[in-house]
């Protein structure tokens, strides 16, 4: 069966970077979008990157842009989310997920498989 497990959360200082790391199993990597969403608490689950197949096209959620980069690497089957200058708001659990869709997917009722998500969390 598909899994996807998410690394590399934990506590920062606003500013600080971090790197998410996702890896996917069980199907054909190279043909599932994949993105990036999270959730903080007492707050709906949003959007945050998302990358076509091959890589070659993104999407970022405005919060983010110029801060995180979405990257893949389909000879590992991995999903990366580099975050820099982190912001308190940034805080939240953030979670992988693959989609069958075509492009770079926003919407999460496009994505099919999720992963438990991992914790960041900013401090001030």
């Known amino acids: 069966q598909v899994q996807l497990v998410e690394s590399g959360g934990g506590l920062v200082q606003a500013g600080g970077s971090l790197r998410l790391s996702c890896a996917f199993s069980?199907?054909?990597?190279?043909?599932?979008?994949m993105g990036w969403f999270r959730q903080a608490p007492g707050k709906a689950r949003e959007f945050v990157a998302s990358i076509s197949w091959s890589g070659s096209s993104t999407a970022y959620a405005d919060p983010v842009k110029g801060r995180f980069t979405i990257s893949r690497d389909n000879a590992k089957n991995t999903v990366y989310l580099q975050m820099n200058n982190l912001k308190p708001e940034d805080t939240a659990v953030y979670y992988c997920a693959g989609s069958g869709v075509f492009g770079t997917p926003t919407n999460s009722d496009n994505y099919n498989y999720w992963g438990q998500g991992t914790q960041v969390t900013v401090s001030s």
């Open positions: 069980g199907r054909t990597f190279s043909r599932y979008a």
